[in-house]
T-cell receptor, first 114, second 114 residues
Framework: AQSVSQHNHHVILSEAASLELGCNYS??????LFWYVQYPGQHLQLLLKYFSGDPLVKGIKGFEAEFIKSKFSFNLRKPSVQWSDTAEYFC????????????FGKGTHLIIQP | ETGVTQSPTHLIKTRGQQVTLRCSSQSGHNTVSWYQQALGQGPQFIFQYYREEENGRGNFPPRFSGLQFPNYSSELNVNALELDDSALYLC?????????????FGEGSRLTVL
């Protein structure tokens, strides 16, 4: 069974700082990788996803993530964060035909101080 | 808004009771999956329904069961409630065939078991 590890459970940054949230997974086969975000009081929504091709993927609101297969990693980055990026961020892995669901990490609570 | 609606939003039950949670999927989506999110944890896959049949299941006991109706709406039933069942229950809809694609989540039903 696959697992997902997010390195930081709580991150506090100032506006305009650069962001990198770590995500590692354990699974030996082909994976689909996702970052979901949950803003305060809102539902989970997709930030970006990787299925194949260019390992550097771009998502909404200036976020990007890089898939490094040799490191089993899919780290999320943003060069300059804004106060509105305050949210809970979840890394998730999907395998097989999708009927096994997604495996989520425990999440990183990001707080951006103005 | 995702178009995925869940009810009720909050409920309180006692140990041993049974609960039914409901979900209406986004228009055009034929697949529904359910996740349990305990406090401080990421969502955990319970099961997935497609064409009114369960076609994938996570590591949850049989007292967690579900239904999908012809209009693709769904129910999650939990029998013999235990204290550890206290959690946010998330419903997500998607389109079969894009199984590696985006899940659209509802805002969840928060269950408290006393």
């Amino acid at each position: 069974a696959q697992s997902v590890s997010q390195h930081n459970h709580h991150v506090i940054l100032s506006e305009a700082a650069s962001l990198e949230l770590g995500c590692n997974y354990s699974y030996g086969g082909t994976v689909n990788l996702f970052w979901y975000v949950q803003y305060p009081g809102q539902h989970l929504q997709l930030l970006l996803k990787y299925f194949s091709g260019d390992p550097l993927v771009k998502g909404i609101k200036g976020f990007e993530a890089e898939f490094i297969k040799s490191k089993f990693s899919f780290n999320l980055r943003k060069p300059s964060v804004q106060w509105s990026d305050t949210a809970e961020y979840f890394c998730a892995v999907g395998t097989g035909g999708g009927a096994d669901g997604l495996t989520f990490g425990k999440g990183t609570h990001l707080i951006i101080q103005p | 808004e995702t178009g995925v609606t869940q009810s009720p939003t909050h409920l309180i039950k006692t140990r041993g009771q049974q609960v039914t949670l409901r979900c209406s999927s986004q228009s055009g989506h034929n697949t529904v999956s359910w996740y349990q999110q305990a406090l401080g944890q990421g969502p955990q896959f319970i099961f997935q329904y497609y064409r009114e049949e369960e076609n994938g299941r996570g590591n949850f006991p049989p007292r967690f069961s579900g239904l999908q109706f012809p209009n693709y709406s769904s129910e999650l039933n939990v029998n013999a409630l235990e204290l550890d069942d206290s959690a946010l229950y998330l419903c997500a809809s998607s389109l079969a065939g894009s199984h590696t694609g985006e899940l659209f989540f509802g805002e969840g039903s928060r269950l408290t078991v006393l």
